[in-house]
Every structure is written in structure tokens, then in C-alpha cells.
């Protein structure tokens, strides 16, 4: 479901579905450049083969200095692969790369987590 609201006098896509890709074509440009104060995308973006071009289109709808919220399941070098991967999930990713990929679009990444973060302890992780 994508759908848009208007709260605290903030525009928030909300996007969460599991086959964004199958409909991505028909939702690329429904929002005018700059519409959206913030944009909070959970657990959304392992599901997507396109994953770029949804950040692409995630910024473009973002106004200058808004605020994009991304949460994702995580990858760990050094925890083995699970007998059976998640069949819903696209791509999973590391936190390196995921960084990576979000500097890409943005110019200001922090990252935030929940559970097990010990192994990036040395890192800029919040």
C-alpha cells in the first residue's frame, strides 16, 4: 500500500508493500519534485529488485532538507546464511553496503539500530 498523509502539518509518503517493483511504473511520478517533508520507508526496500531507483524516486519527492526514515533487515559477515533465505526478500544487505548505497542519494546517512550491533561498536553507528 502506498498512500500519502498530512499530519503536524508534515507530508509523509508511507510505503510499505511487498511487490513495489510490479507497480513501481505506474507510481513514478505521481508526486510532484519536492513534495514530501519526510518519507518513511520500513521494511521495504529488501523486497525490491529496482532498489535504486527507488531511492531515486524516494529523493526526488523529497524536499530539500526533508528527512528520509529507512528500516532493513540486515546482512553479518560473519553469521552464516540461513538454511532457507527469506523467499520475499530481493536483496538483503550488509551494513557497509547499505551505507554505501544510501550516500549515494543522500548527503547526510546516520545509522540507527536494534538487536545485534556489537560487531560495529568501532563504527559511526548510532
Known amino acids: 500500500m502506498i498512500g500519502a498523509a498530512k499530519q503536524n502539518k508534515t507530508e509523509i509518503l508511507v510505503n510499505h508493500t511487498r511487490r513495489f517493483d510490479k507497480k513501481y511504473s505506474y507510481l513514478k511520478n505521481l508526486f510532484a519534485d519536492g513534495f514530501f517533508d519526510a518519507i518513511v520507508s520500513m521494511e521495504t526496500i529488501e523486497h525490491l529488485e529496482q532498489y535504486q531507483d527507488y531511492l531515486a524516486e524516494c529523493k526526488r519527492v523529497l524536499k530539500e532538507g526533508g528527512l528520509f526514515i529507512c528500516s532493513t533487515p540486515l546482512k553479518y559477515h560473519d553469521i552464516p546464511e540461513p538454511a532457507k533465505p527469506n523467499p520475499y526478500h530481493a536483496h538483503e544487505f550488509y551494513l557497509e553496503e ?16 536494534q538487536g545485534y550491533w556489537s560487531r560495529y561498536d568501532q563504527r559511526d553507528v548510532r
Open 98 to 113: 547499505f551505507q554505501e548505497l544510501l550516500s549515494h542519494f543522500f548527503a547526510e546517512v546516520q545509522l540507527y539500530g
